[in-house]
T-cell receptor, first 112, second 115 residues
Framework: KQEVTQIPAALSVPEGENLVLNCSFTDSAIYNLQWFRQDPGKGLTSLLLIQSSQREQTSGRLNASLDKSSGRSTLYIAASQPGDSATYLCAVRSGNTGKLIFGQGTTLQVKP | DTAVSQTPKYLVTQMGNDKSIKCEQNLGHDTMYWYKQDSKKFLKIMFSYNNKELIINETVPNRFSPKSPDKAHLNLHINSLELGDSAVYFC??????????????FGNGTRLTVT
């Protein structure tokens, strides 16, 4: 059974810092991995999607990496801003069932 | 605006009542989903429909009944509401179930509170 874990559960950094959010999964048989952002009281916004054959994806200040064999992904945020404060969720598309399985998220606070 | 939209945004009701949440997407997608996010922010899939056909049905009490009148709509009806049903329910869509490399698009959620 696929399980997705995100560490840390919460993170607080000063504005301008570079930071890394971690995601690990137990079953390497995945189609892809997707990073989402969730603002309080809002839905999920897709940030990056990495296919199982890819190693990384970049969008602006965000870079996501994938190491399928070790069951790990990281989301790197460069030059963090207060507007980056949100909960970041990692989700893997299971290769066996096609289901999207979520981690519990990392809540990020960027202080001005 | 192209989007996944859910109504209502907030729903407060008493135990034992029956309620429905509606979802519509105008993205032209074939597949729609219902997810439940509990108090610990953990998101779990409940149901998935592909072109009006049920394809994923997780271990959800049969008090929860999804209905898809057409591929742009997926509604969730809940009978005999219980306190434990309190959560945020998210609707999502994707182009087609077999295209597993496509991202999911989520609605803004419906916060259900059962008192």
């Amino acid at each position: 059974k696929q399980e997705v874990t995100q560490i840390p559960a919460a993170l607080s950094v000063p504005e301008g810092e570079n930071l890394v959010l971690n995601c690990s999964f137990t079953d390497s048989a995945i189609y892809n991995l997707q990073w989402f952002r969730q603002d309080p009281g809002k839905g999920l916004t897709s940030l990056l999607l990495i296919q199982s054959s890819q190693r990384e994806q970049t969008s602006g200040r965000l870079n996501a990496s994938l190491d399928k064999s070790s069951g790990r992904s990281t989301l790197y945020i460069a030059a963090s801003q207060p507007g980056d404060s949100a909960t970041y969720l990692c989700a893997v598309r299971s290769g066996n069932t096609g289901k999207l399985i979520f981690g519990q998220g990392t809540t990020l606070q960027v202080k001005p | 605006d192209t989007a996944v939209s859910q109504t209502p945004k907030y729903l407060v009701t008493q135990m034992g009542n029956d309620k429905s949440i509606k979802c519509e997407q105008n993205l032209g997608h074939d597949t729609m989903y219902w997810y439940k996010q509990d108090s610990k922010k953990f998101l779990k899939i409940m149901f998935s429909y592909n072109n009006k056909e049920l394809i994923i049905n997780e271990t959800v009490p049969n008090r929860f009944s999804p209905k898809s009148p057409d591929k742009a709509h997926l509604n969730l009806h809940i009978n005999s509401l219980e306190l434990g049903d309190s959560a945020v329910y998210f609707c999502a869509s994707s182009p087609q179930a077999i295209f597993l490399d496509s991202p999911l698009h989520f609605g803004n959620g419906t916060r259900l509170t059962v008192t």
